[in-house]
């Protein structure tokens, strides 16, 4: 696990206080339901290289269902205590994609601990890509492993997602 206060990666600003889920065997996870027709995640791995100039990218084709979901697993033996504050870095667009659920998910040992939703129903771009934002929540359970998910049952714009890094403050 390493730490990050900034620096001169590209994108140390955007990691200004985000301690990223890196280093040692910590991995990456992605899931796209059999629904979710031309779903995909790129470059899962630079969501946790702890460098904030690099991102994987999430995308959910316009008229698409289904769920698409990228996960950060903290390295081996590495579990974080109640308490902590997770979440990414982000840029993320949606266009008019009714019943949109967007929630940041922890797991303990592959097991769901919390779910926080943080956009649901319908709306627009929530950060402009070159100007990426955080998401985050004060967990209550411990958790080795922290998810960003995409849900969606209808609507027509296309989800992109940019995730700069997993964090666990």
Known sequence: MSACGGGSD???DLL???APISGGG???AQTVTPGCVGCSVASPNAAIDGNGGSFANLQMPANSG???ALRA???NGVVFPSGTV???VHSISYGDSAALVISLNTYLMGALQE???FNSGSGS???DPGNPGRASFGTQMQFDAVELNFTRSGGTGEVNARVHEFCAN
């Open 66 to 68: 289904g769920s698409v």
């Open 73 to 75: 697993v903290s390295q």
């Open 26 to 28: 910590t991995s990456t």
């Open 125 to 127: 771009s929530t950060m």
């Open 115 to 117: 779910q926080f939703n």
């Open 10 to 12: 590209g994108g140390g």
């Open 16 to 18: 200004r206080g985000c």
């Open 86 to 88: 997770t979440g990414f």
